[in-house]
Protein backbone atom coordinates (compact mmCIF):
# COMPACT_ATOMS: atom_id res chain seq x y z
CA UNK A 1 0.00 0.00 0.00
CA UNK A 2 1.28 3.43 -0.40
CA UNK A 3 2.23 5.17 2.55
CA UNK A 4 2.45 8.99 0.62
CA UNK A 5 0.59 11.12 2.62
CA UNK A 6 -0.91 8.23 5.05
CA UNK A 7 -1.46 10.87 7.81
CA UNK A 8 -3.83 13.23 5.74
CA UNK A 9 -5.70 10.28 4.36
CA UNK A 10 -6.04 8.98 8.11
CA UNK A 11 -7.54 12.61 8.89
CA UNK A 12 -9.33 13.27 5.66
CA UNK A 13 -11.25 10.06 5.55
CA UNK A 14 -13.28 10.34 8.79
CA UNK A 15 -13.53 14.05 7.75
CA UNK A 16 -15.73 12.86 3.98
CA UNK A 17 -17.35 10.10 6.17
CA UNK A 18 -18.87 12.96 8.55
CA UNK A 19 -19.68 15.04 5.56
CA UNK A 20 -21.21 12.29 3.44
CA UNK A 21 -22.91 9.82 6.02
CA UNK A 22 -24.63 12.16 8.15
CA UNK A 23 -28.00 13.44 8.20
CA UNK A 24 -27.24 17.12 9.80
CA UNK A 25 -27.36 20.18 8.13
CA UNK A 26 -24.28 20.92 5.75
CA UNK A 27 -22.93 23.61 8.38
CA UNK A 28 -22.72 20.76 11.11
CA UNK A 29 -21.30 17.93 9.04
CA UNK A 30 -18.40 20.73 8.39
CA UNK A 31 -17.84 21.45 12.00
CA UNK A 32 -16.84 17.55 11.75
CA UNK A 33 -15.04 17.46 8.95
CA UNK A 34 -13.16 20.23 10.35
CA UNK A 35 -12.38 18.85 13.57
CA UNK A 36 -10.27 16.23 11.58
CA UNK A 37 -8.82 18.26 8.62
CA UNK A 38 -6.95 20.96 11.02
CA UNK A 39 -5.08 17.67 12.38
CA UNK A 40 -2.92 17.56 9.15
CA UNK A 41 -0.08 19.94 8.73
CA UNK A 42 1.11 21.76 5.42
CA UNK A 43 4.34 20.30 5.77
CA UNK A 44 2.99 17.20 4.95
CA UNK A 45 2.69 17.80 1.68
CA UNK A 46 6.45 18.88 0.88
CA UNK A 47 7.81 18.33 -2.35
CA UNK A 48 4.44 17.94 -3.95
CA UNK A 49 3.54 21.53 -4.49
CA UNK A 50 0.39 21.53 -6.12
CA UNK A 51 -1.13 19.33 -3.44
CA UNK A 52 0.43 21.69 -1.08
CA UNK A 53 -1.30 24.53 -2.47
CA UNK A 54 -4.74 23.13 -2.68
CA UNK A 55 -4.16 21.75 1.34
CA UNK A 56 -3.52 25.60 1.97
CA UNK A 57 -6.84 27.07 0.19
CA UNK A 58 -9.16 24.45 2.21
CA UNK A 59 -7.29 25.98 5.20
CA UNK A 60 -7.68 29.52 3.95
CA UNK A 61 -10.92 29.07 3.46
CA UNK A 62 -11.73 27.25 6.61
CA UNK A 63 -9.83 29.94 8.70
CA UNK A 64 -8.04 32.88 7.54
CA UNK A 65 -6.33 33.95 11.13
CA UNK A 66 -3.76 30.96 11.44
CA UNK A 67 -3.27 31.69 15.78
CA UNK A 68 -5.43 29.08 16.48
CA UNK A 69 -6.42 27.21 13.56
CA UNK A 70 -8.74 24.65 15.04
CA UNK A 71 -10.83 27.07 16.67
CA UNK A 72 -11.60 29.70 13.96
CA UNK A 73 -11.56 26.96 11.72
CA UNK A 74 -14.75 25.70 13.77
CA UNK A 75 -15.84 28.71 14.45
CA UNK A 76 -16.11 30.00 10.74
CA UNK A 77 -17.66 26.56 9.75
CA UNK A 78 -20.13 27.39 11.92
CA UNK A 79 -20.99 30.45 10.30
CA UNK A 80 -20.60 30.14 6.75
CA UNK A 81 -23.24 30.10 4.31
CA UNK A 82 -24.92 27.30 2.70
CA UNK A 83 -22.88 27.84 -0.72
CA UNK A 84 -19.66 28.57 1.46
CA UNK A 85 -19.94 24.96 2.93
CA UNK A 86 -21.01 23.86 -0.13
CA UNK A 87 -17.79 24.85 -1.89
CA UNK A 88 -15.34 23.26 0.75
CA UNK A 89 -17.06 19.87 1.04
CA UNK A 90 -16.19 20.07 -2.94
CA UNK A 91 -12.40 21.01 -2.35
CA UNK A 92 -12.43 18.70 0.70
CA UNK A 93 -14.03 15.53 -1.68
CA UNK A 94 -11.52 16.52 -4.78
CA UNK A 95 -8.70 16.69 -2.42
CA UNK A 96 -9.29 13.04 -0.94
CA UNK A 97 -9.81 11.73 -4.00
CA UNK A 98 -5.94 13.01 -4.95
CA UNK A 99 -4.93 11.19 -1.48
Not at 30 to 41: D, E, F, G, P
Not at 59 to 65: E, G, T, V, Y
Not at 77 to 98: G, K, T
Request: glycine content about 2%.
Amino acid sequence: MDEKYANAREHFFPALRSSAASADPLDKRLIAATSNIVQITIDEFDGDVEMKVRFAKILDLLASDQDDLETVALETAAYMSEPEAIRIAELVCDFFYDL
